[in-house]
Structures are given as C-alpha cells and as structure tokens.
C-alpha cells in the first residue's frame, strides 16, 4: 500500500465528520488551512473560552458562590424586614453588636450591647415598669417617634 493510499484511508473519517478541505488537500489540492483561517479560527476559540469563563463568573456571582474580599471588622449577623422600605439589621462591630433601623433614606443606630449577648436588657418605660409589645411593635413606634420630631 503506497503513501497516498495510507494518507485517503486516514482523512476519509475525518471528511465524513465534516472536514472537507483535508480531504481535499489529501487528494493533492491547496493545503487544508491558510494562514489566515488558521489564526481566525485560533482568535474564534480564544473568544469561546475567555466567554465561556466570564459567563461562569457571572453565574457564580450571582448564585453567591464569590466572597467579595475579607469582611474585616464588622459582619451582619442578621436582619429581618419591617415593612416595604424599613429593615432591622444586626451588625458586629469589634466587641460591639450594633442594632441599626434602615429605612430608604437613613441608617441609625437603636441598640448597641456587648458582643454574643443573646437577649439585650430590656428597655424601662415610665415608672421603672417595662413596656409591653413585641420588639417590632417597639421599634416602629421609636421610628416613628423620631421620624415626627
């Protein structure tokens, strides 16, 4: 079996696959790929996988799978929805836990208490006496006193 016998048999799988101009040059044509071809397709799977790994980036981001640096000194322990606009929100200062009312237009600081205390001191009313309500209920009206004033 001569050369161009043994080159037909190798490159004929490789035309039915899809491959045209192998078999062509394989009969003795032009040479498969040109320069340019060559480097359009190398610049074409450059482009693939930097897109592929951007477009991974993203999903990643937006799943929540990136940590956007080191927290530093301060973490959000928790926070809860008051309302359409108002939000309570627990913050780890230091030593320090913070109790923050956040509505559209400010932040302002409610409680602060030592770190790791489970349930703060509980907030006297007139008379020494402790006032009733949940602590929602307490924090609108505190809100809402200092939203009037």
């Not at 991974?56 to 929805?81: C, D, E, F, N, Y």
């Amino acid at each position: 079996m001569n050369a161009v016998a043994r080159l037909r048999r190798a490159v004929l799988p490789l035309a039915a696959v899809g491959a045209p101009c192998l078999a062509h040059a394989a009969e003795g044509g032009s040479p498969a790929i040109s320069g340019a071809a060559s480097l359009a397709q190398a610049g074409l799977g450059l482009f693939g996988v930097i897109a592929l790994i951007l477009g991974l980036a993203w999903v990643a981001r937006r799943a929540g799978l990136v940590r956007h640096g080191p927290q530093g000194m301060m973490k959000v322990i928790g926070s809860t929805m008051l309302g359409a606009r108002q939000r309570l929100v627990l913050v780890e200062v230091g030593d320090t836990w913070l109790v923050l009312g956040v509505s559209a237009g400010e932040i302002r600081t409610l409680h602060s208490m030592p770190a790791g205390q489970a349930t703060p001191s509980a907030p006297s009313g007139p008379g020494g006496k402790t006032s009733g309500g949940s602590f929602a209920e307490k924090l609108l009206r505190s809100m809402q006193e200092n939203f009037k004033s």
